[in-house]
Nanobody, 127 residues
């Protein structure tokens, strides 16, 4: 059974930084791409960033491009989301996710392509 556990959320002022972590267990971590999503109150869950198995390829939502960085450490079974220059509109619950299939070269942007989800970590950015 694949398990994903996020950590690192919290309250930060606008312009500040946070680093989220997501540790995976239950299968060979390095064989699968990973993704980060977020969900603000009253809104649908949306794609934030994704990374390939090796970490060599990444993609981002336009809203976070240039401010957020996704990375992974396969030796630690962990994927990270470094968030800089945070804005109040970044306030949301952040989720890491993994697809069941190893055929994805780079994590997809469609949340329905992901099969495993963490419990989420709250990020609140005050103005």
């Amino acid at each position: 059974q694949v398990q994903l556990v996020e950590s690192g959320g919290g309250l930060v002022q606008a312009g500040g930084s946070l680093r989220l972590s997501c540790t995976a267990s239950g299968r060979r971590f390095s064989n699968y791409p990973m993704g980060w999503f977020r969900q603000a109150p009253g809104k649908e869950r949306e794609f934030v960033a994704a990374i390939s198995m090796s970490g060599g390829n990444t993609r981002y939502a336009d809203s976070v491009k240039g401010r957020f960085t996704i990375s992974r450490d396969n030796a630690r079974n962990t994927v990270y989301l470094q968030m800089n220059s945070l804005k109040p509109e970044d306030t949301a619950v952040y989720y890491c996710a993994a697809p069941a299939s190893a055929l994805w070269g780079l994590g997809p942007t469609n949340l329905y392509e992901y099969d495993y989800w963490g419990q989420g970590t709250q990020v609140t950015v005050s103005s």
